[in-house]
């Protein structure tokens, strides 16, 4: 079984641009979830969608904002990026997102805001 | 509040030592289920073990074993006759309401 893919893997941006990021998840899980990583915050837990629908959201600004398409694959935006905004982000995927399942990671997109 | 504390920011051993690594958590929820997970220098996050918070029973796996206490809030992961492949980034998480709580993660290296 294909793992958690995800695209592009690597992105060089200007501060006040916008990226698009993609996920597609292990096949038959419906659960996405997003992460940030930088070496300051560490791993910090982004939003996650389960059947089109963000289910739970962390701590992060407006700028910050997901769906989930209807193949269970997931997009990430980021609007008017800020150099803090450099940082690796992980997409996991679960069956269902509960509490009991192990989350699978992709390999990550790394941002670099310039 | 939750939280996941892994105090060792970096260990280093020689090969084929034996390697603990601590992670101490806190949450008030009574059913929750904790994570350690391995992340080369490639960037992907490899999952290693879980645990369940009703299950104290400590395991053994290949290499790898782990030691949960519900009543000191710990769950330590040990590699056994460590490799240089071992060498990473290990993180341990906590699972709660469908999200996980990442610690800050302890760099092992593994010297020949």
């Known amino acids: 079984k294909a793992g958690v893919t995800q695209t592009p893997r690597y992105l060089i941006k200007t501060r006040g641009q916008q990226v698009t990021l993609s996920c597609s998840p292990i096949?038959?899980?419906?659960?996405v979830s997003w992460y940030q990583q930088t070496p300051g915050q560490g791993l910090q837990f982004l939003f996650e969608?389960?059947?089109?629908?963000?289910?739970n959201k962390g701590n992060f600004p407006g700028r910050f904002s997901g769906r989930q398409f209807s193949n269970s694959r997931s997009e990430m935006n980021v609007s008017t990026l800020e150099l803090g905004d450099s940082a690796l982000y992980l997409c996991?995927?679960?069956?269902?997102?509960?509490?009991?399942?192990?989350?699978?990671f992709g390999p990550g997109t790394r941002l670099l805001v310039l | 509040a939750q939280k996941v504390t892994q105090a060792q920011t970096e260990i280093s051993v020689v090969e084929k030592e034996d390697v603990t690594l601590d992670c101490v958590y806190e949450?008030?929820?009574?059913?929750?289920?904790l994570f350690w997970y391995k992340q080369p220098p490639s960037g992907e996050l490899v999952f290693l073990i879980r645990?369940?918070?009703?299950?104290?029973q400590n395991e053994i796996s290949g290499r790898y074993s782990w030691n949960f206490q519900k009543s000191t809030s710990s769950f330590n992961f040990t590699i056994t006759a460590s490799q240089v492949v071992d060498s990473a980034v290990y993180f341990c998480a906590l699972s709660v309401g469908g999200k996980l709580i990442f610690g800050q993660g302890t760099e092992l290296s593994v010297k020949p």
């Open positions: 096949s038959g899980h419906r659960s």
């Open positions: 645990r369940n918070s009703f299950d104290e």
């Open positions: 996991a995927s679960s069956l269902r997102g509960t509490y009991q399942e192990t989350q699978y």
């Open positions: 969608y389960f059947s089109e629908t963000q289910r």
């Open positions: 949450t008030r929820d009574t059913t929750y289920y």
